[in-house]
């Protein structure tokens, strides 16, 4: 069965950030045989929290953190061909203190290498949906990318783009920039391996989400750099939480297709008039539940894994 995690505490080892769904904690480095310090590393818990707007909500989804972990784990495996990413091959049972359960903990985290990371939101998007369509239909661009005059909500786009975004702080809100916003803090040779790596990554897994009935609309991918600048993917890849899946066969030019994701959380919210600041109001049981049921689906029919 699913185990439920609304926050970690893990006694002994250093937490050293809490955003709005992952607990992340630094490892004591050891020494190798050699003598030498063992790479930083990291461990990246998936709690059940649930954000909506950039805001973290009072009730969790049993089972979410374990479901987002094994999809990014599915994806980071199936994607190492185009970009490194951040999981290291170390038993939790090695790293967890004493006395942890570590069946709470086994579907929900990783040890992973602790990198330097890339001030960016690294978003690719297909299609027209979103904050993409909004800044659409004011300006005809996104992220001040020109496009087509004419298009409609949810309509492919003639070729992928990368539309990144500033990283917000827990509660405020993630702003669209432009390439060259990009360029000024990560400098323009990094900005170009991001903007390649994150193409590269979607076009991938939507042609791979294709065969199985599914549309990758636009995802948000997260790098870092390690202490010689090699480029990775980090933090999550490709989840319902960081990604807009939809039915294939549910997909219509002109509206917001059905989604593999917190939708029924997001129209819940919209139809009680809350102003999407802090607090965030109790979810009802029933929208937890066709909640988890829709991460459930996207992990079975993406990856063909159920977790029982």
């Keep these: 069965m699913p185990t439920t995690l609304s926050q970690s505490n893990l006694p002994g080892l250093e937490l050293i950030h809490r955003g709005k769904v992952r607990d992340v904690y630094a490892l004591p480095r050891g020494h190798r045989p050699d003598g030498r310090l063992e790479d930083a590393r990291l461990l990246i818990v998936a709690t059940d929290r649930l954000s909506a707007f950039d ?6 989804i049993p089972g ?8 990014s784990n599915f994806w980071f495996a199936r994607t190492a061909h ?4 951040h999981l290291l091959d170390v038993p939790l049972a090695e790293v967890l203190p004493p006395g942890t359960d570590l069946a709470l903990y086994a579907r929900r985290a990783v040890v992973a290498r602790r990198l330097k990371p890339v001030p960016v939101e690294a978003i690719a998007r297909g299609y027209l949906i979103g904050s993409g369509w909004k800044d659409y239909q004011a300006t005809g661009a996104v992220c001040g990318i020109a ?11 003639p070729e992928p783009i990368f539309t990144p975004s ?9 702003e669209n920039v432009s390439f060259d916003a990009v360029v000024n803090v990560a400098g323009r040779e990094l900005a170009e391996k991001v903007r390649d790596a994150t193409l590269a990554i979607y076009r991938w897994a939507g042609a791979f989400a294709a065969e199985r009935g599914i549309i990758l609309a636009d995802t948000k991918l997260e790098f870092g ?12 890849m490709l989840t319902p939480d960081s990604s807009r899946y939809w039915p294939a066969d549910q997909y219509r030019v002109g509206i917001s297709p059905p989604s593999y994701d917190k939708q029924f959380v997001r129209d819940y919210l919209e139809s009680i008039g809350w102003n999407k600041t802090p607090p965030g109001p109790r979810i009802p049981a029933e929208v937890i539940a066709g909640t988890e049921a829709k991460y459930a689906e996207a992990l079975q029919r993406l990856a063909g894994i159920t977790l029982a």
Excluded: S
């Design 147 to 157: 496009l087509p005059a004419g298009l409609k909500q949810a309509q492919q786009l």
């Design 55 to 60: 805001v973290v909500l009072p009730d969790p």
């Design 64 to 71: 979410k953190g374990e479901l987002l972990t094994q999809i």
């Design 225 to 236: 750099t390690d202490e010689d600048g090699t480029l990775y993917v980090m933090d999550e």
């Design 166 to 174: 500033t990283k917000a702080a827990v509660g405020d809100h993630d």
């Design 82 to 85: 185009l970009v490194p990413n």
